[in-house]
Nanobody
Framework: QVQLVESGGDSVQAGGSLTLSCAAS????????MGWYRQAPGKQRELVAT???????NYADSVKGRFTITRDNAKNTVNLQMNRLKPEDTAVYYC?????WGEGDYWGQGTQVTVSS
């Protein structure tokens, strides 16, 4: 069973930076895509950024130019560098790994990011 372990959530002031990390433990799978999603109170979960195993990235319009997603295929890890954070970035952030060959779709437990004005 693949487990995703997230870290890096914190409380920061607007304009600050955070880096979220997510690693797949005990996994020999390869992941065609990795991504970050977020869910704010009272709102639906939304895509933040994704990256394929070929390093093609996709970002939500609201984070373009501020957030950067990277991955290490050998280590099965994905990072989200978040700069110039805004109060509206406050949410629980979840990592997601999509395995190759239909081997499954996995979610982390979530990590809280709080941005104060």
């Amino acid at each position: 069973q693949v487990q995703l372990v997230e870290s890096g959530g914190d409380s920061v002031q607007a304009g600050g930076s955070l880096t979220l990390s997510c690693a797949a433990s005990r996994s020999r799978l390869s992941f065609v895509a990795m991504g970050w999603y977020r869910q704010a109170p009272g709102k639906q979960r939304e895509l933040v950024a994704t990256i394929t195993n070929g390093f093609i990235t996709n970002y939500a319009d609201s984070v373009k130019g501020r957030f950067t997603i990277t991955r290490d295929n050998a280590k099965n890890t994905v990072n989200l560098q978040m700069n110039r954070l805004k109060p509206e970035d406050t949410a629980v952030y979840y990592c997601n790994f999509l395995a190759e060959w239909g081997e499954g779709d996995y979610w982390g437990q979530g990590t809280q990011v709080t941005v104060s004005s």
